[in-house]
Every structure is written in structure tokens, then in C-alpha cells.
T-cell receptor
Framework: KAGVTQTPRYLIKTRGQQVTLSCSPI?????VSWYQQTPGQGLQFLFE???????NKGNFPGRFSGRQFSNSRSEMNVSTLELGDSALYLC??????????FGSGTRLTVV | AQTVTQSQPEMSVQEAETVTLSCTYD???????LFWYKQPPSRQMILVIR??????QNATENRFSVNFQKAAKSFSLKISDSQLGDAAMYFC???????????FGKGTKLSVIP
């Protein structure tokens, strides 16, 4: 069965622009979580969605937002990009059984 | 905030030998799950093993096993018969401060020497 699909795999943006990342969970999984991975801060939780509702949000500024669609696909958006937003963004999907499957991530570079 | 400490930033092991990666954490939860994930250079986080905190028995998954000490909030990973493909970053992940989230340690980079 297909795994968690994240698109695009690589992205280069300019400071001040906005970006949208996409995550398609494993079929049947209704929970999608997002994490930011940087060399300095490590892996940090961004937010989690279940059945189109955000159930939890990490400690990130309002420039970071997300949503989930009725087919469980999720998008995260970062507005007014800063150099510090350069990171690997990982998405994880779950059946809600405390088991999380991650995608390969989107590498965002802000220049 | 929940904290996770992986005290060994880097470790190495000879092929076919055994290595143990350590992890300590802090949580106010009583029933929870803990995870070890592996991240090879391909970047994908791969689940290695999962432990349910209310189970006394330590989880085992083929060559991977854990030593879970709930009272001490310690969760170490033992890799037996190490293989070249085990080389990766390993992350310990207990529950995060809120629901439906994980907290990750800084990771241990494991090298396997042929």
C-alpha cells in the first residue's frame, strides 16, 4: 500500500514569499501531523489535524498555518518567509492508534 | 514542556556487534507510548520500535529491543547483530506536551564499521 506522500520534495523560495506544502496520508488514515526539522532546533511539532479539525498546535508564529481536506490530504502554508524557515518539513499520518508513519519530507530553502 | 535527552550525539559499532542507545525523558502522563525512529540519509523517518508504557514487558522487534524503566523515565534501544544498513540517526520520541504529538530528542548518529 502507498505510504505518506509529500510534495514537492525540494523547494527554493525568496524571503517574504509564501509557500504551500502538501501531504497525502496513507489511505484510511485520518490524522495528519506536521513537524519542522532544523539542525539547530531538531524536530519540532507544528500541528495535527483529524477529520479536518486542528486538534493541537505547536509553538510557532501565526505565519505557519495548515488545513486538512475531506479526503484527509493536508496542506501547510508559511507566509512571509524568513531565512530561519529553511528546514525539512515532515508529515506523519496515523490511524489514531498511536502509530505514526512519516513521509520523506519537503526540503525548503529560503534565500 | 516535555524534555527528551539523548546523551550520546554519536556512536559507532562494529558490524555484527551490539550497541545500546540511551534516552531519558520527562512526562506527566501515566499511560502513553514511546517510539524509536531511524532517519537514514534518505530523510524518511522510519519506525523502529514502539513501547506501551503500561506494559511491563519490554518491546522487541527482530534485532531491536528496548529497556524501558518507567519510574526512571528511561527508554534505551538495543541493536543486536548490527548491520551496515543500521547506520542512521536514531531519535527517541516520547509523548509531547499536548495531545496527538511527539517530542523528539536531538538524536544519536550511529555509524556501523564493517
Amino acid at each position: 500500500k502507498a505510504g505518506v506522500t509529500q510534495t514537492p520534495r525540494y523547494l527554493i523560495k525568496t524571503r517574504g514569499q509564501q509557500v504551500t506544502l502538501s501531504c497525502s496520508p496513507i489511505s484510511g488514515h485520518r490524522s495528519v501531523s506536521w513537524y519542522q526539522q532544523t539542525p539547530g532546533q531538531g524536530l519540532q511539532f507544528l500541528f495535527e489535524y483529524f477529520s479536518e479539525t486542528q486538534r493541537n498546535k505547536g509553538n510557532f508564529p501565526g505565519r505557519f498555518s495548515g488545513r486538512q481536506f475531506s479526503n484527509s490530504r493536508s496542506e501547510m502554508n508559511v507566509s512571509t518567509l524568513e531565512l530561519g524557515d529553511s528546514a525539512l518539513y515532515l508529515c506523519a499520518s496515523s490511524l489514531g492508534d498511536n502509530s505514526y508513519t512519516f513521509g520523506s519530507g519537503t526540503r525548503l530553502t529560503v534565500v | 514542556a516535555q524534555t527528551v535527552t539523548q546523551s550520546q550525539p554519536e556512536m559507532s559499532v562494529q558490524e555484527a556487534e551490539t550497541v545500546t542507545l540511551s534516552c531519558t525523558y520527562d512526562t506527566s502522563e501515566s499511560d502513553y507510548y514511546l517510539f524509536w525512529y531511524k532517519q537514514p540519509p534518505s530523510r524518511q523517518m522510519i519506525l523502529v520500535i514502539r513501547q506501551e508504557a503500561y506494559k511491563q514487558q519490554n518491546a522487541t522487534e527482530n534485532r531491536f529491543s528496548v529497556n524501558f524503566q518507567k519510574a526512571a523515565k528511561s527508554f534505551s534501544l538495543k541493536i543486536s547483530d548490527s548491520q551496515l544498513g543500521d547506520a542512521a540517526m536514531y531519535f527517541c520520541a516520547p509523548p509531547g506536551a499536548g495531545s496527538y504529538q511527539l517530542t523528539f530528542g536531538k538524536g544519536t548518529k550511529l555509524s556501523v564499521i564493517p
